[in-house]
């Protein structure tokens, strides 16, 4: 635990202006990122006395090691550097709102030459029109089948359009009427395009337009006594309105607008977000998302501007935003929007009337959705928070473990040998720095020593070397932990290369976790510490979690820490072991499975799988295939002599297979039928 003091800048150090700053930990990872209208006012407030800081706030001065700053020439630049750094850095202290799952879309790719009409999740593409989100797939194309009456814009894929266009044959949609089968010529390009403006013109809420238009054609067309077409048009008026009904009108004057509502408590915060066009609400999403900094409602909803218009752009910013309290910086705010429209969009607070009577209803929405989330989340903050403490205090720890590593051997009766590495911080599993290895032999010997047998202790004293030399070799290449001071070269002159200076970036292997947690019993844990002595590192604790009685045991002692059954501690060990076990049999059954498939005539340069098919089904298996001569090979439609031989020394340089047994009657099967290429 660092003092705030020791790393303190000094008095008149720090400009009065507009700018970013980043805390960053004793790694030189960035952990926090802010912004403020002035640096040396809004840093000041960092080094009070601890008493005096929110809890949140102390806990963030006390883990940071060091802290810089960029000065910029506005407050929407901050603004824009904020969010930039926050996306890069990831910083743990700072609120990020996550989407609890990945919404979908109504999209038209006006980026082809023949749009097409689909639902779409993830990252928007260019040149796509999008509408939503919306919080079921299906609401999505029950509307688009009401609308392809109207607008038959093309659906399928770009296989089945290709086929199509092959065979000179629409698919049903367009036998039907929805569709109006571009693929055949049936309408021109420029024609289509046009159908599909209109689509995107009724779902952007223009929507009257439309229906007077075919109004006034089923009132010409009954006049002529063209009393079908008629009848058709008056259909297509139902389809519309219907698709028109699934999404009701909520502000009566055609606002475009986006509200959005807070929900919140001391530990997590929700947010809801209704997206209203043409006076309809067209999508709803929500985010929760931990209070990892001490942070006010109108700090929350700043975040959540950045989050939700961060890469947006044109009108996908709405013309105006509702929000339940005006951010610090408003104008900046509000400014930053504006930019990244082209245009002004208004920023406030509804005070009455219809948008206000929303604004509750989003509220409400807000509200259960954080009640919902607290009942289904059993890892929420406090039990999270609970569990490192429990776990810190029964290893006797100097705080909690706030990234945890666990490794974990498998193999198959000493084959295909691997080891896996799973990371959890704050008690949560970091997907993208979960790592697998092949287990190949002792560190400093040439032999390889994975057929010898089940020897996990020998595996798991490989992999935490590994792991912990390229810690080793990462910290020392990037001058962590008294390397050279800012702007001074390493030893030798070497200079880092690009990318792999002090950036603040989590490097592969260079964040060192305060405890290992090795899936196994003594000498797995004993193991594991000797490869941590040997390389000299002496701050990283560890022990081992043994399945049989779920006994956490530590190096040097006699006796396992016991757990209380109910403990949240035993609950997270539990589960990161168990995460470790899965990773690693699933690396070891793809390696398996890998190993299986191969041939013998996989080493045969320049031989496809096409031939290799050829000569099994030619010769019946490898097995009479390794009995053939080369010019019998070479009778074998596309076989030259040349690879002929070398088919020939490839099978003779493997060594056969163990024979197949017939685990019913014990009997050996003979290689005579269908070999594997």
């Known amino acids: 635990m660092a003092d705030p003091s020791s790393y303190r800048p000094k008095p008149g150090q720090i400009p009065d202006s507009p700018g970013v700053y980043k805390f960053r930990d004793e790694h030189r990872r960035v952990i926090y990122v802010g912004k403020a209208k002035s640096l040396r006012q809004r840093l000041a407030n960092y080094f009070q006395p601890l008493v005096n800081l929110h809890p949140r706030t102390a806990t963030m001065v006390t883990t940071a090691a060091s802290v810089e700053w960029t000065v910029v020439s506005t407050e929407v630049e901050a603004l824009q550097l904020e969010y930039s750094w926050i996306k890069e850095y990831d910083p743990r202290f700072n609120v990020k709102y996550r989407d609890d799952k990945s919404y979908p879309y109504l999209a038209v790719t006006m980026n082809e030459e023949f749009p097409r009409v689909q639902v779409l999740r993830g990252h928007k593409k260019k040149g796509v029109r999008y509408f939503g989100p919306y919080a079921h797939a299906w609401a999505i194309r029950e509307t688009v089948d009401l609308m392809l009456r109207v607008f038959p814009v093309r659906t399928c894929s770009a296989g089945v359009f290709r086929n199509a266009a092959a065979a000179g044959r629409p698919c049903l949609l367009g036998y039907i009427g929805k569709c109006s089968a571009p693929c055949v010529g049936r309408i021109a390009p420029e024609e289509h395009r046009e159908l599909a403006e209109e689509f995107c013109d009724f779902m952007a809420g223009r929507t009257g337009t439309h229906l007077r238009r075919l109004e006034k054609q089923m009132m010409i067309a009954a006049e002529d006594m063209e009393y079908e077409k008629a009848a058709r048009l008056r259909d297509d008026m139902d389809a519309l309105r219907r698709a028109m009904e699934k999404s009701a009108v909520v502000l009566g004057d055609a606002t475009d607008a986006d509200l959005i509502a807070l929900a919140e408590d001391e530990l997590e915060a929700a947010v809801q977000i209704f997206h209203v066009r043409g006076g309809r609400v067209r999508g709803q999403r929500g985010w929760v998302t931990d209070k990892v900094e001490a942070v006010s409602t109108a700090g929350l909803v700043e975040h959540a501007l950045q989050q939700l218009y961060g890469e947006e752009d044109g009108d996908a910013v709405p013309k105006e935003v509702l929000v339940p309290a005006l951010p610090e910086d408003a104008g900046a705010v509000s400014a930053w929007l504006s930019e990244r429209r082209g245009s002004l969009v208004s920023l406030r607070v509804p005070q009455r009337g219809d948008k206000k009577d929303l604004m509750e209803t989003v509220a409400r929405n807000a509200q259960q959705a954080l009640v919902l989330h607290k009942t289904k989340r059993a890892s929420d903050l406090t039990t999270r928070s609970r569990a490192l403490e429990e776990i810190a205090e029964a290893l006797d ?194 390696k398996r499975t890998k190993r299986i498939r191969t041939s013998p005539l996989d080493a045969v340069p320049g031989l496809g799988e096409t031939r290799k098919q050829t000569l099994i089904k030619h010769f019946g298996s490898v097995k009479r295939l390794r009995q053939a001569t080369i010019e019998q090979i070479c009778e074998v439609p596309g076989m030259g002599r040349k690879t002929a031989e070398a088919v020939v020394t490839a099978l003779a340089e493997a060594s056969p297979t163990a024979p197949a047994v017939n685990t019913a009657t014990g009997e050996i099967m003979e290689d005579d039928g269908g070999g594997t290429a």
């Open 397 to 590: 720890l100097d705080s909690a473990p706030l990234r945890i590593e666990c490794f974990d051997i498998s193999h198959l009766q000493g084959d295909d040998v691997v080891a896996s590495m799973v990371v959890f911080e704050d008690g949560l599993p970091r997907k993208s720095e979960y790592r697998r290895f092949q287990i190949k032999g002792r560190a400093g010997d040439t032999q390889l020593w994975h057929g010898e047998g089940q020897d996990d202790v020998r595996s798991m004293h490989e992999v935490v070397s590994r792991r912990f030399r390229r810690y080793l070799a990462e910290k020392d290449r990037t001058g962590e932990w008294g390397g050279p001071a800012d702007g001074e070269a390493p030893s030798g002159g070497e200079v880092p290369a690009e990318g792999s200076g002090d950036d603040g970036r989590p490097k592969r292997f260079a964040y060192p976790p305060q405890l290992v947690v090795v899936d196994g019993g003594q000498p797995q844990v004993a193991a594991a510490r000797r490869a941590l002595d040997e390389l000299g590192i002496d701050d990283v604790a560890v022990c081992g979690l043994a399945k049989r009685l779920e006994e956490v045991w530590l190096p040097g002692e006699d006796d396992p820490v016991v757990l209380p059954r109910s403990s949240e501690g035993l609950y997270l060990l539990q589960r990161v072991r168990d995460t470790a076990h899965d990773f690693a049999i699933r690396y070891q059954r793809s």
